[in-house]
């Protein structure tokens, strides 16, 4: 670093100068995890490295940061020295001559390329109060109808690193995890935010999630409704049997108290609506008893319906 302050963002990274936009991001990654606070607690030469690798990633991997100080770069090689700057002198050089240190370049370059430039480097470059800047990140995590039941670990790539995740059983969809200190990171500075991870249960074909209760529709047959019946049925929390009262109707709901989900604090109810199915083809002798029933039945469906809809017709 020369005396009015300057920094070769290529060297800190230790690439060349016709680097790819792969090679500064694979160089940056590889010695932001060398450096990385969270790695070297109580370390100010690698705080130190860590903001200036940070800075150095912040100019080189924006197009237009990287040419403008690519052009200020060559600026400064051209007269570093302080004796050949007339003979070296090119056209559009003196715009660079307005500035005295290399702050003072930086600190307009990222304003001119950052609504919010101006103040992420006076947050590096300062101890002035500024306006804190938010670096907490959001992420939205969709988990299975078993990882909320159960409980899971998700292994998450958030800003180039690697964060196990802890889903407690019973969790439910808008819920928030914090992560302290996992969030963005403040360019230059090191600073990081946290990183809140709110989760969404995805859908089920079966089990529809409300809170801690689980519904689902029960397929069942003309005669487990009229005559009740005894099943064994699936449930989240395995295999159970469900009595079906006699005279069940279509659409009747039924609840099983503490058969949902469960977390630490509750647990949730399971409700069965019950949906008549018929089968898609009546053998010979269903039909035959589908027969007598017609011929003994004393029930009239329709009888209130009718006596309602020609009523309402005679008042129109």
């Known amino acids: 670093m020369a005396s009015d302050g300057f920094k070769d963002y290529f060297k800190i990274l230790g690439i060349s100068r016709n680097a790819t936009d792969q090679d500064i991001k694979s160089a940056f990654r590889k010695l ?16 130190s490295e860590f903001k200036e690798i940070n800075e150095a990633y912040e100019i080189l991997s924006d197009e237009d940061k990287k040419k403008s100080y690519e052009e200020y770069l060559s600026y400064w090689f051209r007269n570093r020295d302080g004796k050949s700057r007339d003979f070296y002198r090119k ?10 240190h290399f702050d ?18 006076s947050n590096i470059s300062s101890d002035k109060n500024t306006q804190s800047l938010n670096l907490d990140a959001e992420f939205n995590l969709k988990i299975s109808f078993s990882d909320a039941l159960n409980g899971t670990k998700k292994n998450l790539l958030v ?32 600073k990081r935010g946290d990183l809140l991870i709110e989760v969404t249960i995805k859908s089920h074909p079966i089990w529809k999630v409300k809170g801690l209760d689980v519904y689902a529709d029960l397929p069942i047959s003309l005669d487990e ?12 929390q395995g295999d159970i049997y469900l ?20 977390n630490l604090d509750a647990r949730g109810d399971l409700f069965f609506t019950l949906k008549l199915k018929f089968p898609e083809k009546w053998s ?10 017609r011929s003994v039945r004393i029930d009239e469906p329709r009888f209130s319906w009718v006596d309602q809809a020609r009523t309402y017709v005679s008042k129109m």
């Not at 932001?32 to 705080?47: G, I, S």
């Not at 370049?105 to 480097?121: C, H, M, N, P, T």
């Not at 005559?227 to 049925?233: D, F, K, R, T």
């Not at 010979?284 to 029933?293: A, F, M, P, Q, V």
């Open 32 to 47: 932001a995890r060398k450096f990385h606070p969270d790695l070297n607690p109580y370390n100010e030469r690698a705080e």
């Open 91 to 100: 056209k559009n050089d003196n715009r660079f001559e307005e500035y005295l």
């Open 104 to 121: 003072d370049f930086l600190s307009d370059l990222i304003a001119r390329f950052s609504g919010v430039g101006q103040e992420i480097y």
């Open 159 to 190: 800003n180039d690193e690697r964060i196990e995740v802890e889903i407690p059983k019973g969790i439910k969809t808008g819920s928030k995890i914090l992560f302290k200190n996992k969030g963005n990171i403040q360019p230059g500075k090191g």
């Open 225 to 236: 409704l009229a005559l009740g019946a005894n099943i064994s049925v699936p449930s989240p």
């Open 243 to 262: 009595s079906i009262p006699f005279g069940s109707l279509p659409d009747q709901k039924l609840k099983l108290e503490g058969q949902g989900l469960d």
């Open 284 to 293: 010979d002798d269903e039909l035959r008893l589908i027969e007598k029933l």
